[in-house]
Structures are given as C-alpha cells and as structure tokens.
Antibody, heavy 119, light 107 residues
Framework: QVQLQESGPGLVKPSETLSLTCAVSGYSISSGCYWGWIRQPPGKGLEWIGSIYHSGTTYYNPSLKSRVTISVDTSKNQFSLRLRSVTAADTAVYYC????????????WGQGTMVTVSS | DIQLTQSPSFLSASVGDRVTITCRASQGINNYLAWYQQKPGKAPKLLIYAASTLQSGVPSRFSGSGSGTEFTLTITSLQPEDFATYYCQQLNTYPYTFGQGTKLEIK
C-alpha cells in the first residue's frame, strides 16, 4: 500500500534551515499526483505549506513563500522541504501528504515529524 | 486567501447522537472541499472529498453535503471512536486553507 515517511532533524536552531524529506513507497511519485507539506504547531490547527508535481512545478503558501523551497527527486521517489531562517513560530509537526489525482483532497498522509526550533 | 470558518469550534455529544459541523467559505470553492478527522498524536485522516464523496473505508455514518460556500459534515449515531477533531479544507484555490477545527468531545 502507499506509504509516506517524513525524516529529518527534530531540533533546529533559530535562524538556521529546517530540512525534511518525505519518502514515498508503494506508488511512483511520477504517477500524476501532486504532493504536499502541511504543518501543525502544538495545540493548533493545520497549515498548508506548499505542493509539488513530479515535473518540479511548485505552489507555496504566500505566508511562507520567501523562506520555502520544495523539491522532488524522482530517482529516489521522494520530495523534500527546506524552510530557511526559522524561528520558534516554526515549531510544529510537519506532515507530507499525497493529493488525489482529481486534486480534491490529501488522501494519504505521513505520520508526521515534530520539529522544534530552539537554541 | 479563502477563509474557512467552522462552527461550532467545540461540540459535546453522546454516543448514538447525530451531529453536524458546518464549514463556510469566504468565496465559492466549486465543491473542492474535504473533511478530515484527527485524533491526538495522529495524522489527519481523509473522510470526505469533493464535498460529498465518502473516502473508501470510511463508515457510512459519515456524510458530507453542501455547495458554493456552505458545507456540512454529518455523523449519525456517534461511536466512541468518533470523538476527535474535525477539519475542513478547500483545494479550489491556492493557497489551500483549512478551517480552524471542531473538537468533538464526549458529553
């Protein structure tokens, strides 16, 4: 079955760059879906960060656009998130997820990874 | 950005009850509306997409309806495992946005 798994450091220092990878198994990342990153600060709601297509086409949340880069590596069947100049406000659980082929939902989610920004 | 407003934000109900959660969009979203259930420490789980289509494997006591700017999630005959937080999301226009969530608690 399709599985997504986030990986990356759980602790990042303020002003540094948060880097996460989402490994996709059971499905080719080139099969026509968009893929996305969503985050959730402790005790708060969900925020869409951005999405990417296997061709490299990206869409970002304007609130984060100046600091975010999402990339895809089709040879490794994975996609990645980089968030620059982090602050404590970027502390959150970060999820990767698959968008349905019809573009109307995130149907498969990773388990999420907690990233804390602290010195 | 399209704002999604869920009501209520908190809901207290009993096993066996029927509950309805509303999601209002600040502009039309062409039924690109999804509903998710999230339990503590877990990733959101897709329940409903395209406003009213039940995701495979989701119990039929969950249903979605609505169009334009007003949408509802209904759960008939609440089960103990349904007590969770529910989010709506619009995927019609970037940036995708979520409602603030509705926490469903046991009365």
């Amino acid at each position: 079955q399709v599985q997504l798994q986030e990986s990356g450091p759980g602790l990042v220092k303020p002003s540094e760059t948060l880097s996460l990878t989402c490994a996709v198994s059971g499905y080719s990342i080139s099969s026509g879906c968009y893929w996305g990153w969503i985050r959730q600060p402790p005790g708060k709601g969900l925020e869409w960060i951005g999405s990417i297509y296997h061709s490299g086409t990206t869409y970002y949340n304007p609130s984060l656009k100046s600091r975010v880069t999402i990339s895809v590596d089709t040879s490794k069947n994975q996609f990645s998130l980089r968030l620059r100049s982090v602050t404590a406000a970027d502390t959150a659980v970060y999820y990767c997820a698959r968008v349905t082929l019809t573009g109307d939902a995130f149907d498969i989610w990773g388990q999420g990874t907690m990233v804390t920004v602290s010195s | 950005d399209i704002q999604l407003t869920q009501s209520p934000s908190f809901l207290s109900a009993s096993v066996g009850d029927r509950v309805t959660i509303t999601c209002r969009a600040s502009q039309g979203i062409n039924n690109y509306l999804a509903w998710y259930q999230q339990k503590p420490g877990k990733a959101p789980k897709l329940l409903i997409y395209a406003a009213s289509t039940l995701q495979s494997g989701v119990p039929s006591r969950f249903s979605g309806s609505g169009s334009g700017t007003e949408f509802t999630l209904t759960i008939t005959s609440l089960q103990p495992e349904d007590f969770a937080t529910y989010y709506c999301q619009q995927l019609n226009t970037y940036p995708y946005t979520f409602g603030q969530g509705t926490k469903l608690e046991i009365k």
